[in-house]
């Protein structure tokens, strides 16, 4: 009975937490656009280590197959990347593209306030996720270089 009790209750606290979020994201529309961003964002540096890891390490066996071999991949790759920084670009700075392509927009009127608040907000966390991910790359690269530095060297000839 005490598991069940745990598994209810433990469910129970996912799925409201969960809820919370998403209510927090319908009321404040600014919050689902940074998280849907700091998505897109990853995905900046993703796709291009999909095409570095090919090329690096060509006779890994791949789950998937892509059209046209490698030059299909790679069109693929920048069709993809292409697409990425359009939806990136647009959601750091909604309505950009409208007035490029001579459509009216109103910022207040979409998102309920005004684009400098927009602006500061989801330019202000992307940029503390830009430090800490600076952070735990200098953190990782010491931590490469006291191992590297511990570990003995290992003849390969026998």
Same mark, same amino acid.
Request: net charge positive.
């Given at each position: *009975?005490?598991?069940?009790?745990?598994? =209810?209750?433990?469910?129970?606290? *996912?799925?409201?937490?969960?809820? *919370?979020?998403? *209510?927090?994201?319908?009321?404040?529309?600014?919050?689902?656009?940074?998280?849907?961003?700091?998505?897109?964002?990853?995905?900046?540096?993703?796709?291009?280590?999909?095409?570095?890891?090919?090329?690096?390490?060509?006779?890994?066996?791949?789950?998937?197959?892509?059209?046209?071999?490698?030059?299909?991949?790679? /069109?693929?790759?920048?069709?993809?990347?292409?697409? /990425?920084?359009?939806?990136?670009?647009?959601?750091?700075?909604?309505?950009?593209?409208?007035?490029?392509?001579?459509?009216?927009?109103?910022?207040?009127?979409?998102?309920?306030?005004?684009?400098?608040?927009?602006? #500061?907000? =989801?330019?202000?966390? #992307?940029?503390?996720?830009?430090?800490?991910?600076?952070?735990?790359?200098?953190?990782?690269?010491?931590?490469?270089?006291?191992?590297? /530095?511990?570990?003995?060297?290992?003849?390969?000839?026998?």
């Amino acid at each position: *009975m005490f598991c069940l009790v745990l598994l =209810t209750q433990g469910s129970a606290w *996912m799925i409201v937490s969960d809820r *919370m979020q998403a *209510m927090a994201a319908a009321d404040f529309a600014v919050v689902l656009t940074v998280a849907v961003t700091t998505l897109l964002l990853s995905c900046l540096v993703i796709v291009p280590a999909l095409g570095t890891l090919r090329k690096r390490h060509p006779e890994v066996l791949r789950a998937y197959r892509v059209p046209g071999g490698t030059w299909g991949f790679r /069109i693929c790759l920048a069709v993809v990347y292409v697409w /990425i920084v359009i939806g990136s670009w647009v959601a750091l700075f909604p309505g950009t593209l409208n007035s490029l392509l001579g459509e009216s927009y109103s910022f207040a009127d979409t998102w309920g306030l005004s684009q400098g608040v927009f602006e #500061v907000f =989801t330019l202000g966390t #992307v940029g503390v996720l830009l430090c800490v991910g600076a952070i735990g790359r200098v953190v990782a690269l010491r931590r490469d270089r006291e191992v590297a /530095i511990s570990e003995p060297i290992q003849s390969t000839a026998s």
